[in-house]
């Protein structure tokens, strides 16, 4: 059974900063790319940053220069740093598996990031 599991979301002030943690299980995880995606009430849900299996990262041009996607193998978790948060940060936060090579996709049940003004 695959399950991701995320963690570190909460409440911060404009400014903050937060880090956010995903733990999976069930797969290879060095096989998947990796990924955090957000999805603000009333909008589509939007990527955030992805890591290749090789370490490869791409960031959306909104939080370019204040996020980092970052892996470890050894644990299998990914992790996104959320530094210089903004009230539109705010958002659930989701992380992804990606399988590329048979499109395999898998989602976590979100954590919620409220940025406040």
């Known amino acids: 059974q695959v399950q991701l599991v995320e963690s570190g979301g909460g409440l911060v002030q404009t400014g903050g900063s937060l880090r956010l943690s995903c733990a999976a299980s069930g797969i290879v995880f060095s096989s998947y790319a990796m990924g955090w995606y957000r999805q603000a009430p009333g909008k589509q849900r939007e990527l955030v940053a992805t890591?290749?299996?090789?370490?490869?990262?791409n960031y959306a041009d909104s939080v370019k220069g204040r996020f980092t996607i970052s892996r470890d193998n050894a644990k299998n978790t990914v992790s996104l740093q959320m530094n210089s948060l903004k009230p539109e940060d705010t958002a659930v936060y989701y992380c992804?598996?990606?399988?590329?090579?048979?499109?395999?996709?898998?989602w976590g049940q979100g954590t919620q990031v409220t940025v406040s003004s």
């Open positions: 890591i290749t299996r090789g370490g490869s990262t």
């Open positions: 992804n598996a990606l399988y590329e090579l048979a499109s395999t996709n898998y």
